[in-house]
């Protein structure tokens, strides 16, 4: 199926630098998840962002869902070590979650 | 504690051996799905149900079979494995209708050879 593509691919900053991943469609989307997957871990739902323009925070992370809902966005402000991970952008057909595309994620390195 | 249980969590086989890759769900989700995990590749839908007998091709179906007969498991099946099925694989679980997200289990990492 179509997928969403994330940019980048990979990140590395230096612990107490921001972050910003990138998840673009060229469809419209019904709505969009982001997961968190740590070194060795499994794909830990994080949030999904349903409506245009909306955007979600979450302590330091903060999801923007585009006007168009055919990109977002998770800004990290002040990263710390245990941001360290893959996170990935996932979209489902018709809002339901049978069939559900991942990005291929951006993964996030931070040096303390 | 609510978890989706995939056993085993390692597995070395040969080509050509059939397999079974168990999945459990203990929260009463209508939706399960199985994803495969490569390098540069991400995560992957191989097939996905939507309840008890209803099942689907996701992206990547090729080489595998899965049953839905009872709402909690999933097993996912590799009649004749290859050295290309070699990946991790991650089942996952999610409620009906929108707003949820899928829980995953741990995952399981299959070596054939």
């Known amino acids: 199926g179509q997928q969403v593509m994330q940019i980048p691919q990979y990140q590395h900053v230096q612990e107490g630098e921001d972050f910003t991943t990138y998840c673009n469609s060229s469809t419209t989307l019904s709505n969009i998840q982001w997961y968190k997957q740590r070194p060795g871990g499994h794909p830990v739902f994080l949030i999904q962002?349903?409506?245009?323009?909306e955007v979600k925070k979450q302590k330091r992370l903060t999801f923007q869902f585009g006007e168009a809902k055919k990109n977002s966005s998770l800004h990290i402000t002040a990263t710390q070590t245990t941001d360290v991970g893959t996170y990935f952008c996932?979209?489902?057909?018709?809002?339901?979650?049978?069939?559900?595309?991942f990005g291929k994620g951006t993964l996030l390195t931070v040096n303390p | 504690e609510a978890q989706v249980t995939q056993n085993p969590r390692y597995l070395i086989t040969v080509t050509g051996k059939k397999l079974t890759v168990t999945c459990s769900q203990n929260m009463n989700h209508e939706y399960m799905s199985w994803y495969r995990q490569d390098p540069g590749l991400g995560l992957r839908q191989i097939y996905y149900?939507?309840?008890?007998?209803?099942?689907d091709k996701g992206d990547v179906p090729e080489g595998y079979k899965v049953s839905r007969k009872e709402k909690r498991n999933f097993p996912l099946i590799l009649e004749s494995p290859s050295p290309n099925q070699t990946s991790l694989y991650f089942c996952?679980?999610?409620?009906?209708?929108?707003?949820?997200?899928?829980?995953f289990g741990s995952g399981t990492r299959l070596t054939v050879v």
């Open positions: 149900s939507m309840n008890v007998e209803v099942t």
């Open positions: 962002l349903v409506k245009s323009g």
């Open positions: 996952a679980s999610s409620f009906s209708g929108g707003g949820y997200g899928y829980t």
């Open positions: 996932a979209k489902n057909s018709g809002g339901s979650n049978y069939k559900l595309t």
